[in-house]
């Protein structure tokens, strides 16, 4: 009943304090970077899932999370839809190159890799991390 502005200014206004004007800010500025600037009057439902999905990793980045884990953010779209979540994923994963100082690869449960960002993204060592890093980069 809410539209993607709305809900994405609602948790950091009641529970960080934020006031309107600086959530909607914040939120208009992550839509832009994800590509749905123009969706922010729109209605979850008027989404695909795709796009749907992209809200809700940057309405969890709204509220300026230390820790974002992602635990294959695709696997339950259709396959035409895949390529708008990656590429947001793709963008976050980007932006803990730049800004993080530890890197942890995990899958099928397992920690497989950690290191620097510039040992993970440059210099990895494990095949599947190297595997996942040529699709995703």
Do not use: W
Not at 13 to 21: A, C, F, I, L, P
Not at 82 to 94: A, F, P, R, Y
């Amino acid at each position: 009943h809410m539209t993607i502005l709305e809900n994405m200014v609602l948790a950091p206004m009641k529970v960080r304090g934020m006031s309107r004007e600086e959530a909607e800010k914040k939120a208009r500025a992550l839509l832009d970077r994800v590509g749905l600037a123009d969706r922010a009057d729109a209605y979850p439902i008027q989404l695909s899932g795709g796009q749907q999905q992209r809200v809700a990793i940057v309405r969890a980045l709204a509220m300026e999370p230390e820790v974002m884990l992602f635990d294959e953010p695709t696997s339950a779209l259709d396959p035409e839809m895949v390529g708008e979540v990656l590429d947001c994923v793709t963008h976050e994963m980007g932006f803990a190159r730049e800004v993080g100082n530890r890197v942890l690869f995990m899958a099928d449960g397992k920690l497989l890799e950690e290191g620097t960002p510039e040992q993970i993204f440059e210099h990895p060592q494990n095949l599947r991390l190297q595997d996942f890093l040529s699709k995703v980069l």
